[in-house]
């Protein structure tokens, strides 16, 4: 079983900066790519960034591009999100998951690809 927990979340405005965390349990963090997805009020979970379980590969949505930067650390056990010049449209409850497959240099986009999540953390931006 593995278990994800994010952290980092807040009430920043517009132009700041938040970097989220995601701890992982287990020893098999390394093996697998990561993601985060975000998910506002009303609105479908998407996709926003992954990076591949050795970290030489990222892979960004359009809106987030330049700004946000995913980033792993296999020893221990965590990714991050670091988020700067955010904007009120990042607004959103934030999760960390896992790729369902090991080892592989595809980033897939699709929720169906990721099998563990977090329980999420909240970034509201302010205007």
């Known amino acids: 079983q593995v278990q994800l927990v994010e952290s980092g979340g807040g009430l920043v405005q517009a132009g700041g900066s938040l970097r989220l965390s995601c701890a992982a349990s287990?020893?098999?963090?390394?093996?697998?790519?990561m993601a985060w997805f975000r998910q506002a009020p009303g609105k479908e979970r998407e996709f926003v960034a992954a990076?591949?379980?050795?970290?030489?590969?990222?892979r960004y949505v359009d809106s987030v591009k330049g700004r946000f930067t995913i980033s792993r650390d296999n020893a221990k056990n965590t990714v991050y999100l670091q988020m700067n010049s955010l904007k009120p449209e990042d607004t959103a409850v934030y999760y960390c998951?896992?790729?369902?497959?090991?080892?592989?240099?595809?980033?897939?986009?699709?929720?169906?690809?990721?099998?563990?999540w977090g329980q999420g953390t909240q970034v509201t931006v302010s205007s």
């Open positions: 998951t896992r790729d369902s497959q090991p080892r592989t240099a595809f980033l897939a986009t699709q929720l169906a690809r990721y099998d563990y």
């Open positions: 990076i591949t379980w050795s970290g030489v590969s990222t």
């Open positions: 287990g020893r098999t963090f390394s093996s697998y790519a």
